[in-house]
């Protein structure tokens, strides 16, 4: 183990954390393998119990360890993680990254778009009808997303939950309806997971979860999907790629 700088101006629960990540990172410590005990790491750095604590739990909520109940902590499998660099589909990006996923379509209905979406999507005050598809998505075997994506009926109007079952809906576009997509606008920002959403992706409500709001575009400048996603990061890391 490492040593702790008693001077520094970073807490000491913050160095030990750092330190048991080395260990794991250096494979002192490898997938499965206990952590030392509290008191194990109190009396090796000359730390109070609940500095020790503080530092265990972070890399728990981080999801680089994980305990068990009656027989201790031990060191989690390294996240799979997931990689965006082109407009592709769900299950494209995720079996890319050599990983098991599955869609689940919760729902699928024609509403009014609101003014935000109609504004996202360039609607006209004559075609706001839009397709409301909500699908969980699953990365080996858990659940990774709930994605709510919205679609204006006017340029993909015989579209249909059956015509979607089991497929990609950027496939669907490109190769069903002609579309040639270019793009895709994104934002990311930290949210609270509602009780529903909480529900859905196996969480405790107001956990801390990523939301990210898309627009796709097919050429020349033509928006068909607006979308909010709600990515549950614990067990996975989502990696983004940008060109220069």
């Known amino acids: 183990m490492g040593r702790l700088d008693r001077e520094s101006p970073v807490p000491l ?23 030392p005990s509290e008191r194990d ?11 020790a604590s503080k530092a265990v739990s972070a890399l728990v909520d981080e999801g680089v360890l994980y305990r068990e109940k009656g027989r201790g902590t031990f060191v989690a499998s390294p996240k799979p993680t997931c990689t965006s660099s082109c407009l592709t589909g769900f299950s494209d990006n995720i079996r890319a990254a050599g990983l098991e996923a599955r869609t689940e379509i919760l729902s699928f209905a024609e509403e009014e778009a609101s003014r935000t979406i109609g504004e ?5 005050s004559q075609e706001r009808t839009v397709f409301n598809i909500l699908r969980l998505r699953y990365v080996e075997g ?13 340029r993909f109007p015989s579209l249909s939950r059956d015509l979607l079952e089991g497929r990609s809906l950027y496939v ?8 040639k997509l270019s793009h895709a606008r994104q934002t990311i920002e930290p949210v609270l997971c509602s009780d529903f959403e909480a529900a859905q992706l196996d969480l405790e409500p107001a956990t801390p979860v990523l939301l990210f709001r898309r627009v796709a ?27 220069i």
């Not at 109190?42 to 609940?50: A, L, N, Q, T, Y």
Request: hydrophobic share 40%.
């Open 13 to 35: 629960y913050y160095q030990l954390k750092e330190v048991l990540q080395a260990m794991i990172d250096d494979g002192a410590l490898a997938p499965g393998d206990p952590v």
């Open 41 to 51: 790491i109190c009396e090796r750095f000359s730390i109070s119990r609940m500095t």
């Open 120 to 124: 996202a999507l360039l609607l006209s």
């Open 142 to 154: 858990e659940p990774f997303s709930l994605e709510n994506a919205w679609v204006p009926r006017c």
């Open 172 to 179: 669907l576009m490109r190769e069903h309806f002609a579309m």
């Open 217 to 243: 575009y097919a050429e020349p400048e033509t928006p068909v999907e607006y979308s909010k996603c709600v990515y549950r990061g614990k067990r996975f890391r989502y990696e983004i790629s940008f060109g």
